[in-house]
């Protein structure tokens, strides 16, 4: 059945199992595991913008705090098969970003969104940001003709993204966040107050000193590394890009009401999602 409005908590447990976006998710544990390795390796693509040293050289710590803030499977000798992510975290997690958001709105301050998988969360940035600029927060535009060896660096619907090839990319670069603190500096621009992103968009700002909280993937451990170190404010788990971007509405209801924010009216939460 669809669930309208907000969910309970209860709710919004058996909707992230049921639509996988946590539970027992679509990344597969070897894809885990290969990535706490190659991070631990010193990959920079695995960082997501972060400065990482030589902090995080052994895997097992990694899945340590996989295990403890995402609800990945801590045997290092399992190894192949289904992995998952514990509903009551992402739950959790979204309850401390609300915090973070509720405090934004206090003070009106400016945000800026972004997102590195506009497939499936670009239109939980844009919910935030029109529940953000109605409680009177201040929405970072971003300089114009930024680009990176990616593409270029744009903003739709009040969410920075990379475009390329007249199409939304995909990117775990922190360039384009990057890209955008440097030009606000050179233009004598303030900075955020608060980037809102995922990937390398919320370890990128994170890494520059900025307040930043972030979504991110089960197979992506750099931001939950970050969250661990005090780096980044708040990282939430959850698989970023299941079968239908929709199925993420009563997630950022929840999120909304849980700040004290006004939902978006044009969220498909307000009017039901289908189950899975």
């Not at 309850?95 to 499936?120: M, S």
């Not at 698989?239 to 997630?251: E, F, G, I, K, T």
Request: charged fraction near 25%.
């Amino acid at each position: 059945m669809p669930i309208p409005g907000t969910p309970s908590r209860a709710e919004l447990v058996d909707h992230l199992k049921r639509t996988r976006i946590a539970g027992e998710v679509a990344t597969p544990r070897e894809n885990n595991l290969l990535h706490y390795r190659k991070l631990a390796n010193g990959d920079r693509h695995y960082w997501l913008g972060l400065e990482l040293g030589d902090r995080w050289r052994d895997e097992q710590d990694v899945l340590a705090v996989m295990a403890e803030r995402v609800g990945v499977n801590d045997d290092p000798e399992h190894r192949y098969g289904q992995d998952t992510i514990d509903p009551e975290l992402t739950i959790d997690a979204l309850e401390r970003l609300a915090g973070r958001l509720r405090k934004a709105a206090e003070g009106r301050q400016r945000v800026l969104l972004a997102t590195g998988h506009p497939g499936g969360l670009l239109d939980v940035h844009r919910a935030t940001a029109v529940a953000l600029r109605a409680a009177g927060c201040e929405i970072v535009v971003i300089p114009e003709e930024l680009q990176t060896d990616e593409g270029y660096v744009m903003q739709f619907a009040d969410v920075a993204v990379l475009e390329h090839g007249a199409t939304l990319w995909h990117t775990h670069s922190g360039e384009p966040m990057r890209q955008i603190l440097t030009a606000l500096e050179r233009e004598g621009r303030p900075l955020p107050d608060l980037v809102v992103a995922d990937h390398g968009w919320a370890g990128y700002a994170a890494r520059h000193g900025v307040d930043s909280v972030g979504y991110a993937d089960c197979n992506d451990p750099a931001l939950f590394l970050a969250e661990a170190e005090g780096t980044l404010q708040v990282a939430v788990p959850l698989d970023d890009h299941v079968r239908s971007p929709r199925h993420y509405d009563p997630m950022t209801a929840y999120l909304l009401d849980a700040a004290g924010l006004a939902a978006d009216p044009a969220t498909s939460a307000d009017r039901g999602v289908p189950a899975a």
